[in-house]
């Protein structure tokens, strides 16, 4: 009996983990895009990145009106370099309360916030800082909203703070 027992967890084991039907991935990998627009490439683009982010609350965050059933903005940038060494250049914001006028300035690369000093961050507007956006980088592919003070702003199941590097 007990054999019988041992046997049948082990297959309840199994079956379980094949029904799930993931795949252990040892690295992020950039997402294709969902835009219907073409994604920038070249060796002046450093990268892509779209995420759907709360409306209300980064309307709040950024000191800008929006209509009252506004639920959730969809955001794209393309941050650009210098070809030859590298350096950030300029960047593009699209979508959301950037599709008539699409958002461009600067960008540079500044290190840490409070709670991780040794951090990358991506500062947007270094040039007018009452208009500079501040983003995490998590890694090469995914890059995180950091409101004003630098602290990583957090989501909830249905929207969050992240974007993702797209690929064509």
């Known amino acids: 009996m ?3 027992l041992v046997i049948f967890l082990i297959a309840l084991c199994v079956s379980v983990g094949n029904v799930s039907g993931q795949k252990l991935v040892t690295r992020n990998s950039p997402s294709k895009t969902t835009m219907r627009s073409p994604i920038a490439e070249g060796p ?3 990268g892509v990145f779209h995420g759907r982010v709360p409306c209300q609350a980064m309307a709040t965050a950024m000191g800008l009106d929006v209509p009252s059933d506004c639920e959730k903005l969809k955001w ?3 941050f650009y370099q210098d070809p030859k060494n590298h350096q950030p250049t300029t960047y593009t914001w699209e979508g959301s309360l950037y599709r008539e006028n699409v958002r461009k300035g600067k960008w540079i690369i500044v290190k840490g916030t409070k709670d991780f000093p040794d951090a990358t961050v991506i500062q947007l507007d270094p040039d007018k800082p009452q208009e500079s956006f501040f983003l995490l980088k ?4 995914v890059l995180f909203i950091l409101d004003r003070n630098k ?3 957090v989501g909830g199941s249905y929207l969050s703070y992240t974007f ?3 690929v064509n």
Do not use: A, E, H, P
Not at 138 to 141: I, K, L, T, V, Y
């Open 2 to 4: 007990k054999k019988i």
């Open 44 to 46: 002046d683009v450093w």
């Open 138 to 141: 998590g890694d090469d592919n």
């Open 76 to 78: 794209g940038f393309t």
């Open 151 to 153: 602290n990583l702003m």
């Open 164 to 166: 993702n590097r797209v």
